[in-house]
């Protein structure tokens, strides 16, 4: 699996309020509705600047704070195809995952606003080709690849019909 | 390798022993999500081709967050709720009830060594009842519906020794402000934080409730305390039966170890809107405040509402400022009636509101207008938490936001203690 896009650069600790605010996420199931307000307290206009494809990119301890998995899915609503991140706090990388949103661990230091990245999650790197540099990432444990390929795990336990680990 | 106490925990519930790295799909005795995740883990519940749950005797859904609902978007989920537990035969606790993470132990769902699963990330409060308790989003949690099993890859363990007597006019608020300051926000991220120490001995259960509610405010999966006599005590009054404890072998292997003497430990207050931007309250002392807020699954238990009255009885707050108080639970409304408690908090000033998650969350019950500042017992500050990203959110303890309310600006509750 391929993906290229554009990167959309944010900070450390990006929290799941900023995410999306619990003023919204209380109120409605709509997440094409909800996911016009990604990240708005950090950039209003950021759902606009979206390309399908794009990409977040971040620092430390991304989806930090609540549960709610509005966080993930409003990412995932508003087509970005994957975040990148140095690390992503516990629950936002487990219900990541759980709602068929790619997580790519690795070392974001060098990448800026707007550089033309390829990630390529079977061969484990990062290419930013605006720099022309590759990145290593952390590969995900081969169980979470399949939760990932079913589109979730919606997907894996309807298919499975229960665990297999 | 001898093992820690999640490790042991985690052991148990699948069946083979485990270490920390390892994955582990687990058998979990007791799961529940509140208004704010519900919807979708029934939604999902559904979509993955669940038809009966596990176990209802072994799931609740919680009515807190927003309750009772200020709009009818809220209205049709409160419903979608009610009607699913109904349907399922599972419990429901209903507006009124009180925050999840009060209301759940004082069911007497929560034993030393459970597995316990929550849609909600403060389901790490439990770790005060020596219980493996950790928070998992709604798509989880309906697979923990129809499966009645989670997995979990078992987390390294960090030890934090907490030594001496803690100061008058300072509580279990300042000491995991005071930690978190020092570890950071991803301080503990992925680990099982075990508190031991001498502090712990004379530190009630609405102490280690507050500490073990905020672990995750450091990145922690679960956060531990030791069950003792004052756990007894209290798990005597809500369940019946022999109560076990888990304790960590002595080789056990830890991946840190922080030891803190708190015997001058100052009151703390974290700044907006990182809850790792810590200072002691002096240096903040001075700063108005428009509201107080005394409540959540923090800090809203009778000893917090108890402590706030000792202060606040007999004088009136300041006149530009407003206090909520909301208690985190039926329970606990009902026992501050009839210590007076909440005739003190109400003759000074304070608004009640229902049991429950009343305005930490920014759904009802006293959203701040713009440019306003609320210092509040709450665990998160971050921007637009209650409802406006134009004001600004301090965490403080009951007897700090208590005294401040009084002053109409942050001071230091030592003041009142003297
Ligand atoms: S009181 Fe606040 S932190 Fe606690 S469960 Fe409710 S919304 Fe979450």
Redesign the pocket.
Known sequence: MKLVGKAHRFGDDINTDLIISGKYKFKTLDMEELSKHLLEDLDPDFFKKIKKGDFIVAGKNFGCG?SREQAPLVIKYAHISAVLASSFARIFYRNAINVGLPLVECDTSKIDEGDNLVVDLEGGKVIDQTKQEEIDITPLPSFMIEILSAGGLVGYIKENRGWRI | MGQTIVEKILSGHSGRKVHAGDIALCDIDFAFA?D?TAPLVIKAFYEMGGDDVFDSNKIAFVI??SSPSPNEGVSALHKMMRDFAHEKGIQLFDIGSG???QVIPESGRIRPGDLIIGA???TCTYGALNAMATGVGSTELAAVLYTGKLWFRVPSSCKIILEGNLPKATSAKDVILFLIGKIGADGANYQSIEFTGSLLRNLDMAGRFTIA?MVVEAGAKCGFFFCDEITREWLTRYVDGEICSVTPDPDANYERVIEYDLSSLMPQVALPHEVDKVLPVGDVAGLKIDQAFI????N?RLEDLRIAASILKGKKIDKKIRLIVAP?SKRVLLSAIEEGILQDLIEAGGCLVTP???C??GTHNGVPADGERVLST???NFKGRMGNKNSEIYLASPATVAWSALKGKISDPREFFE
């Not at chain 2, 409540?295 to 923090?298: D, E, F, N, P």
């Open positions: 609540s | 509140q704010g807190d967050h925050v999840c993470h909600d990330s403060h509610n409540g959540t699954c923090t809203g985190a429950g998650c009343g930490c969350v709450a665990n998160r």
